[in-house]
Every structure is written in C-alpha cells, then in structure tokens.
C-alpha cells in the first residue's frame, strides 16, 4: 500500500499563505489535543470526508519540525482511530489506545524529534454501561501507561446509568472530555460537573458551534465555567462541523487566513473564554489535522501567542496556559 505523507491538494493551499516568522520559538507547548488515523479503507467515520487520510506519526512528527514552534509533548485525542476489528463492542476502543502508546514508544526512540508524541492519550468507553464500565476502563489502562481518560458524549436525561459509569471516573482518577457543536447542551455539562466534583473535565472546542448565537454560547460558557472541576481547550473554531463550514475553511477561501487575520477574526471569543475560566483552567490545542484545513501547524500556534501577547499575559501566564494546564490535567 502506497504511503500518502501529505494530501496534494490541502498541502497546495496551505502553501499559498504567507510565510510567518515563528513567535517566541523558545515557548514550551503542550498540545493537548491532536487526532491520529488512517481513513483509506474506512467507509464510515465522523472524519471520513477530510483530505488528510493519513496521519500517523511520521506526518505528525513533520508537521511539528516544519511548523518550528517548541511542541515538548502532546495528548492523543479519541478519533475511533484504530479500533479492534472483533471481540466485544465495548472494548473495541482498547485498539485506539493500544495504537496510540505504539506511536508513543515510536516518540520515545528520538527518530521523529524531540517532542513527547501521545504523552497522554484518552479515547472512549460507553458510560451507559453503568458499573460495568469499570472493567473496560480498567482495559484502557491496561493496554497504555500514558491513558488519562476517555471522551464521549453524554445523555440529556442524565439517567442511572450512566451516572453509575460517570463516578467511576472519580474513584479511577480518569478525565473525561467532551464535544458537541450544541453548546446549549454546556448547561447540562455543567450540572454533570456539580454532581461529580472528583471528576475532572474538559469542554473541547471553545464548548461549541461559537457562531450560531453569540450572546447564547457566552452565556452557556459561563454557566459551565462555575464547575471548577471544568477546564476548556481554547481551539477548535476553526473546524467545519458536519455540512458547516467556517467562512476560512479551504473550500471557502483561495488562501489561508494569517494569524493576524484570525486574531480579528475569532480573537473575541478567545478573549471571552479566558475571562470566564481563567488561565489556569484554560490550555490552547492545535486540533489537528482537524484544523489543517483551514490554518497550518506554524500558523495556529503563531494565532495563539499573538492572542496571549494581546491579552498582555506576563511569562508565567504564558507557561500555564501553553503548558501547565494541561500538564496538571492529563498528569504529564
């Protein structure tokens, strides 16, 4: 099977931008959230439709060179990347985890650079199983030392069961993330949290959709951001989701945005964000390759340090939100 580094087309719009000199390339990053997988022979997955195919570790490890910025380590995000092909439907997801701590240990050799790849990994256990999710978290564990935790949604009701499989998180010292475009569902998110103040969790994505009602996601954002056992990943905006597609996406523009041009774009939110949940509960992500299509690795990051820089953030500010969050939260 041929080995695609890099999909042609995404990487000539990429190329179309302008070149950027890198910010503050003596920064340490932690990137806590980034995707893994090889979608060729996948029929169905909620990421089948995206150009890069393949990305696995070599594609990573470049992207982190080429981009120039100080990556020290980064966090597996759950993709249903890699899960068993047989055995039961619950531990099927042990396969992602299991592929992930490979990657790591590929990291660990220095072939693919300096940065810790899949220094932490979380991925997916169905918590409607109620107690019986234990043994299955306990699988998760087993098949990686680097597993934190696992991301998946949650129900609207709330029920037994599921709220059974949510304590054990607690009791295991697991974390637990969680996306949605629908931030409205961010005021059930933030009664989960008031229920269950030993589990530590993460809104992915800004909490959702930032463009559908503004004044209503500040408002589910905040409601969420009094669980302080609630952080957020400051990321994610620039996502096309299902149909929808931000007015920067590739197919929407001839050439990528600047940095600077993201800044005004999207800098409002960011800086609402923060102001809700405080840097310490606060930690940027790259998304990708998710969001390589619409911003590359160099850009991203270069978006992020001019938004701390317009924040006047002082050096530790800088540290704990490029870094320490995210090295308390996934115990890096």
Request: some cysteine.
């Amino acid at each position: 099977m041929t080995k695609i580094l890099d999909d042609r087309y995404l990487q000539e719009w990429l190329a179309q931008e302008e070149p950027e000199d890198v910010l503050d390339p003596e920064l340490q990053i932690v990137d806590p959230h980034h995707h893994l997988w090889d979608l060729r022979k996948i029929t169905f997955h909620p990421h089948r439709d995206f150009l890069q195919k393949v990305y696995l570790t070599e594609e990573f490890a470049n992207e982190i060179q080429r981009a120039g910025h100080k990556i020290t380590h980064t966090v597996f995000a759950q993709c249903a990347a890699f899960y068993k092909k047989e055995g039961p439907e619950e531990l099927k997801a042990v396969g992602e985890v299991e592929f992930a701590n490979g990657v790591a240990a590929m990291s660990a050799s220095g072939l693919y650079g300096d940065t810790q790849i899949c220094a932490g990994i979380f991925s997916y256990a169905d918590l409607s199983l109620g107690k019986k999710v234990k043994s299955v978290l306990e699988s998760l564990q087993k098949a990686s030392p680097n597993f934190r935790g696992i991301r998946s949604p949650f129900p609207c009701d709330l029920n037994s069961y599921f709220l059974d499989g949510f304590k054990i998180l607690g009791e295991m010292a697991l974390t637990f993330d969680n996306y949605s475009p629908d931030y409205t569902r961010l005021h059930k998110l933030a009664e989960l949290a008031a229920m269950n103040p030993e589990v530590t969790i993460i809104v992915n994505h800004l909490g959702g959709r930032i463009d559908l009602n503004e004044q209503e996601w500040r408002e589910c954002l905040r409601k969420v951001s009094k669980q302080k056992n609630v952080y957020l990943k400051l990321g994610g905006a620039q996502q096309r989701v299902n149909d929808w597609e931000p007015d920067f996406h590739r197919n929407q523009q001839s050439r990528p945005m600047s940095s600077d041009e993201l800044c005004e774009r999207l800098g409002k939110y960011y800086v609402k964000a923060i102001e809700l949940f405080g840097i310490e509960r606060c930690m940027f992500e790259s998304n990708f390759p998710v969001d390589k299509e619409c911003v590359s690795y160099r850009t991203i990051w270069n978006f992020f340090k001019k938004m701390a820089n317009n924040l006047k953030l002082s050096k530790t500010e800088k540290d704990q939100i490029f870094s320490g969050t995210a090295k308390s939260v996934y115990q890096l």
